[in-house]
């Protein structure tokens, strides 16, 4: 059956791929930005996490909307041992995200998120993403961050290219 396969890869080699629907447009953020400059990043773009590069543009990590609540979310069985009200830990919450606001994102940084290639199949990303429950992936193209593929992205080229590429 594998032989199969690669048989029909190398007589049929037009498929749907990653470059074909990816974003290279996509907003990015250094390794020292802050705690609050990705936030507005995150609320500007509309996307569920941003892509950390290096000085060469390479991938470093993502930092996601989710890890940014994480870092601030109070300890709840803390805040009820103390006799804590709900409105106590909100004022903790608070307090929390005002203190993380000028630090460096380097501790939210997921340092090895799943990636996909440019020259990957759409199915791998779409795979990847229910799988794992995941959004968005990080493009690269070796270790050099070119882009992101995102649900949406996915949706749109089976939905509008899909006819283009060789049906299995």
């Given amino acids: 059956m594998t032989s199969d396969i690669r048989l029909h890869e190398k007589l049929c080699p037009v ?3 990653i470059r074909d629907v990816m974003n290279e447009r996509v907003a990015r953020v250094a390794e020292n930005s802050t705690m609050v400059e990705v936030a507005q990043l995150l609320v500007l773009t509309q996307a569920s996490d941003i892509a950390v ?10 930092v996601s909307e989710g890890d940014l609540i994480r870092a601030a979310m109070p300890d709840f069985a803390e805040v009820l041992k103390a006799r804590g ?4 830990a909100f004022r903790f919450f608070l307090d929390c995200g005002r203190g993380l606001a ?3 994102i380097a501790r939210s940084i997921i340092p090895t998120p ?3 290639g440019p020259d990957d199949e759409i199915l791998k990303a779409a795979t990847v993403m229910i799988e794992k429950n995941i959004r968005r992936l990080p493009v690269v193209d070796g ?4 882009g992101t ?3 949406a992205d996915v949706c749109w080229g089976l939905m509008s290219k899909g006819s283009e590429w ?3």
Avoid at 53 to 62: H, I, K, Q, Y
Avoid at 143 to 146: A, P, Q
Wanted: hydrophobic share 45%.
């Fill in 15 to 17: 498929y749907g791929k």
């Fill in 53 to 62: 590069v290096d000085s060469a543009g390479r991938l470093v990590g993502v």
């Fill in 85 to 88: 009200s709900l409105a106590d």
């Fill in 102 to 104: 000028r630090q460096s």
């Fill in 114 to 116: 799943i990636t996909v």
């Fill in 143 to 146: 270790d050099l961050f070119v």
């Fill in 149 to 151: 593929v995102s649900r």
């Fill in 166 to 168: 060789v049906q299995a």
